[in-house]
């Protein structure tokens, strides 16, 4: 038997990550998806998610997203941890606050997709026209901002306490001299 198990099991059927019933294909705004009619959360494979969250988002300025902060969310407790296995690898799949501060925590595998509970996609969706997107960006930025100016701040400290002790150095230098 030859090896063509990763075609085989892109078509198979895939079981759903919470009851187990097959999940069926469909779209979802155009992405496939494959939902399960019983719990109503959806799988999306790695290269079709992009697709899912495809909506613009609002225009924002930077002080507009800066206040909009308070909406979102950083992954906080937990409410209860109950892990999942990827439906097409069988390992466990690891949660993940969607975009960073959506709140929304979904399960990953990173090589073949994510599961969706029922009314996450929507959860993103919302979050992603709010800027969501945009304030992960700026925060990031902000971040590293920050980081450099800690790190320029330290280079200033220890530049002052050199140029301190050349200066009392060169001040004795004198009195001895002159
Ligand atoms: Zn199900
Ligand atoms: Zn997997």
């Known amino acids: 038997?030859?090896?063509?198990?990763?075609?085989?099991?892109?078509n198979a059927m895939l079981p759903c990550p919470g009851c187990?019933?097959?999940?069926?294909?469909?779209?979802?705004?155009?992405?496939?998806?494959?939902a399960c009619e019983k719990c109503k959360g959806i799988w999306v494979d790695v290269i079709d998610e992009k697709v899912l969250f495809q909506i613009k988002p609002e225009v924002f300025t930077v002080d507009e997203i800066r206040r909009l902060r308070r909406l979102y969310?950083?992954?906080?407790?937990?409410?209860e941890v109950r892990l999942r296995v990827c439906p097409a690898c069988?390992?466990?799949?690891?949660?993940?606050?969607?975009?960073?501060?959506?709140?929304?925590?979904?399960?990953?595998?990173?090589?073949?997709?994510s599961w969706y509970d029922e009314g996450e996609v929507e959860k993103i969706r919302e979050y992603v026209r709010l800027g969501g997107i945009e304030f992960e960006k700026l925060s990031l930025t902000e971040q590293g901002l920050s980081g450099l100016q800690s790190k320029l701040n330290n280079e200033v400290t220890r530049l002052d306490i050199r140029i301190d002790s050349a200066y009392r150095r060169a001040r004795l230098w004198n009195l001895l001299v002159f």
């Not at 030859?2 to 085989?8: K, V």
């Not at 097959?22 to 494959?34: I, N, Q, S, T, Y």
């Not at 969310?73 to 409410?79: D, S």
């Open 90 to 113: 069988k390992e466990l799949m690891y949660r993940k606050n969607w975009g960073g501060h959506s709140g929304v925590v979904v399960d990953r595998c990173a090589q073949h997709g």
């Open 73 to 79: 969310k950083p992954m906080g407790k937990l409410e």
């Open 20 to 34: 187990k019933q097959p999940l069926k294909l469909m779209l979802d705004e155009g992405a496939p998806v494959r």
């Open 1 to 10: 038997m030859t090896d063509t198990s990763a075609e085989i099991q892109s």
